[in-house]
């Protein structure tokens, strides 16, 4: 009935008028999908109506539930008082903050990531995974507006996401939010500007009778947004471990104010993630930067990745080296976080002396192992143009 009522457009169209609308997306309505003459969007409102076709023809409706969870990082100086708590009740479930990990004392071994590479490959076909949304800080992104991407796509073709759109709030930089026993009705081909409806789906997604729900999770979390994907600047500790912590608070095994770790997303549901190019595409990530981001924050929550590199060739194949490299080597978390921090000194230190002196953080990775746990020195030169690490795109 939620999207019935944003379909029918009885909300209003925009937040504006609303107080607090900072907190939220502009639109919450349907009315820019059944106005728009644009392709990409007819393609997304065909997505909505065959969800609604599909459901009318249900006389028993849907069944189960779908579960919207956020998830919260404790910060550092953050105290929860159990007289602040809120009651729980039968539709609210209330949860523990997550406290923050060592990284740089952390045990945990690196766990192998497979690659699934191929234009055609996507996470929303990595059944039993959990699998990540390339969220927008306001959830749904541009599904209602002019947004066709990743999260956007996702949204269309599992409707039921799109009634976060009303009740949840911006994401903090210490939050997440899983959405949890949606279904998929609709597929799709082309992608962005070009995306085209491709007819309906029939999910043979499992069911999850203990939790009465669809088995399928989704992650929502939200990449810091650069103007460019200049690994110098990204690979810096105040920017990699803002993006290392959101990824963990999305990755992390929820656990509830009574002690159980037995949620609807749980690790034992789901000991698999199934991610990808992750804020490195108009959000202009770097993807090595955000690869060692995610690939860090899921060993430490002890769950595998499945990567989807998309039509990224020759990345994919610089990200096999380098699993195949670090598992070899049996590096554990905090040896690569620190790793990580080792190689942000070197490149402030390169870009001080306007070394020209190309390298890749793949490549100063193997560069360590393979001599001796040493970084190479840096070249002193004049002043010139620097580039340490390019786009984070193949060339």
């Not at 953050?78 to 602040?84: L, R, V």
Request: some cysteine.
């Amino acid at each position: 009935s939620i999207l019935a009522n944003m379909f029918l457009l009885i909300l209003p169209c925009k937040r504006n008028k609303f107080p607090r609308c900072e907190l939220f997306g502009e639109k919450q309505n349907f009315f820019h999908l059944l106005t728009s003459s644009k392709t990409f969007t007819i393609a997304k409102l065909a997505m909505i109506v065959n969800y609604f076709d599909r459901i009318s023809e249900d006389t028993k409706g849907p069944e189960g539930f779908v579960y919207f969870r956020r998830q919260v990082l404790k910060e550092e100086d953050d105290e929860e008082d159990e007289n602040d708590v809120e009651e729980e009740t039968e539709i609210v479930k209330l949860y523990k903050k997550l406290d923050q990990p060592d990284w740089k004392n952390s045990d945990k071994p690196l766990l192998p990531i497979k690659t699934v590479p191929g234009r055609g490959k996507s996470i929303n076909d990595a059944t039993g995974c959990l699998q990540i949304d390339f969220a927008n800080e306001f959830i749904g992104g541009g599904v209602l507006g002019n947004g066709c991407v990743q999260e956007e796509l996702r949204f269309s073709v599992n409707p039921e996401h799109i009634a976060a759109v009303l009740f949840t709030t911006k994401m903090e930089n210490n939050e997440a939010i899983i959405i949890t026993g949606t279904e998929q009705f609709s597929k799709y081909k082309g992608y962005s500007y070009k995306v085209e409806y491709d007819g309906n789906k029939i999910d043979d997604t499992e069911y999850d009778g203990n939790n009465k729900c669809m088995r399928c999770s989704t992650c929502c979390i939200d990449a810091v947004r650069y103007w460019t994907s200049n690994g110098n600047y990204q690979i810096q500790p105040s920017q990699f471990n803002r993006d290392l912590h959101k990824a963990f608070i999305g990755f992390s095994n929820p656990v509830s104010i009574h002690g159980d770790s037995n949620s609807e997303c749980s690790h034992e549901s789901y000991e698999t993630i199934a991610t990808g190019n992750w804020g490195c595409g108009v959000f202009s990530g770097h993807l090595e930067v955000k690869l060692l981001a995610q690939w860090l924050a899921a060993s430490q929550t002890e769950r595998k990745m499945q990567y989807y590199p998309f039509d990224q060739t020759l990345f994919s194949k610089r990200l096999e080296k380098i699993n195949y490299l670090l598992l070899s080597k049996k590096v554990t978390v905090s040896e690569l976080y620190n790793l990580v921090l080792d190689i942000s000194k070197w490149v402030d230190e390169a870009y001080r002396y306007n070394t020209d002196n190309h390298k890749g953080i793949f490549k100063l990775i193997t560069f360590y192992y393979q001599n001796k746990c040493q970084l190479p020195v840096v070249p002193k030169k004049p002043p010139g143009p620097l580039i340490i690490f390019s786009h984070g795109k193949d060339s």
